[in-house]
């Protein structure tokens, strides 16, 4: 038997930590001494403590660590540790995105941004559209994009694009449209010939990924301020150059029309 000080030495757990893990079930000695109260665990519990310290510097919480350890169905343990991955990949996307606007915004000197002013006729484009939140927006998108990819094919005409009423941004909640410009929209499933309204666009280019967008849309905002004008209607965004022609993010190139009319 190893006492708690020699079991904290192998595991790299400390003393505190191990008590810690017996209060919570999570990992018990395997005899306590009923008169001094110490503790004492076997060699065999090396290994689980291994696991758990692991799972623990992934952040992994306690309670999932015991409903990892209490599965026997090693492939139900790998899954929920998959899972736990998949989340942690999420934040690291979400942090890496966070990271590229902040140095995007905080440049000493931001360059000038391009804008132009383009009247864009009304047009009838195969769509798929549905009132999604803002977070569900990627996922919902991957999902449309697809469904209007397998139901226009070859005959499509020109790039993807969207609409993105303000409520989207403003409630977190609002409609979107995902659609694909073609001679002559299918009708089948989600995807359906819908109507984009003609329109006078600010348009302006966000280079690379979509993530730091919103840096873009602040200077396309900006403008449109700085030039009296005013918002008109939903956002439209051009998927120019996207995933879909290259896998090079840097070379992704999206368009964002900001409606506006001249106010003075």
């Given at each position: 038997?190893?006492?708690?000080?020699?079991?904290?030495?192998?595991?790299?757990?400390?003393?505190?930590?191990?008590r810690?893990?017996?209060?919570?079930?999570l990992?018990?000695?395997?005899?306590?001494?009923?008169?001094?109260?110490?503790?004492?665990?076997?060699?065999?519990?090396?290994?689980?403590?291994?696991?758990?310290h692991?799972?623990?510097?992934?952040?992994?919480p306690?309670?999932?660590?015991?409903?990892?350890?209490?599965?026997?169905?090693?492939?139900?343990?790998?899954?929920?540790?998959?899972?736990?991955?998949?989340?942690?990949?999420?934040?690291?996307?979400?942090?890496?995105?966070?990271?590229?606007?902040?140095?995007r915004?905080?440049?000493p000197?931001?360059?000038?941004?391009?804008?132009?002013?383009?009247?864009?006729?009304?047009?009838?484009?195969?769509?798929?559209?549905?009132?999604?939140?803002?977070?569900?927006?990627?996922?919902?998108?991957?999902?449309?994009?697809?469904?209007?990819?397998?139901?226009?094919?070859?005959?499509?005409?020109?790039?993807?694009?969207?609409?993105?009423?303000?409520?989207?941004?403003?409630?977190e909640?609002?409609?979107?449209?995902?659609y694909?410009?073609?001679?002559?929209?299918?009708?089948?499933?989600?995807?359906?010939?819908?109507?984009?309204?003609?329109?006078?666009?600010?348009?302006?280019?966000?280079?690379?990924?979509?993530?730091?967008?919103?840096?873009?849309?602040?200077?396309?905002?900006?403008w449109?301020?700085?030039?009296?004008?005013?918002?008109?209607?939903?956002?439209?965004e051009?998927?120019?150059?996207?995933?879909?022609?290259?896998?090079d993010?840097?070379?992704?190139?999206?368009?964002?029309?900001w409606?506006?009319?001249?106010?003075?």
């Open positions: 038997m190893l006492t708690i000080g020699e079991f904290s030495r192998l595991t790299h757990l400390s003393v505190r930590t191990l810690r893990y017996h209060e919570a079930a990992l018990e000695p395997a005899v306590v001494d009923e008169t001094t109260g110490y503790r004492y665990y076997g060699v065999d519990q090396i290994p689980t403590a291994q696991v758990i692991r799972l623990r510097e992934l952040d992994v306690l309670s999932d660590v015991q409903q990892i350890l209490r599965t026997p169905d090693p492939g139900v343990r790998a899954a929920l540790v998959a899972d736990h991955l998949q989340r942690l990949e999420d934040v690291l996307d979400r942090t890496r995105a966070a990271v590229v606007s902040l140095r915004l905080l440049r000197d931001p360059a000038p941004i391009d804008v132009e002013l383009r009247a864009e006729p009304a047009r009838t484009v195969a769509a798929v559209e549905a009132v999604v939140g803002h977070r569900d927006v990627a996922t919902w998108y991957a999902g449309a994009m697809a469904e209007l990819e397998a139901a226009v094919g070859a005959a499509v005409t020109g790039p993807p694009g969207g609409s993105y009423d303000n409520a989207l941004f403003e409630q909640r609002g409609h979107a449209v995902v694909l410009p073609t001679a002559a929209p299918p009708r089948t499933g989600r995807v359906h010939p819908t109507i984009l309204p003609a329109a006078e666009l600010a348009v302006t280019t966000h280079v690379g990924e979509h993530d730091g967008i919103e840096v873009t849309y602040g200077e396309l905002g900006t449109v301020v700085e030039n009296a004008m005013s918002v008109a209607g939903p956002v439209r051009v998927y120019v150059v996207g995933p879909r022609d290259t896998s993010p840097a070379a992704w190139r999206t368009e964002i029309g409606p506006v009319f001249r106010v003075t």
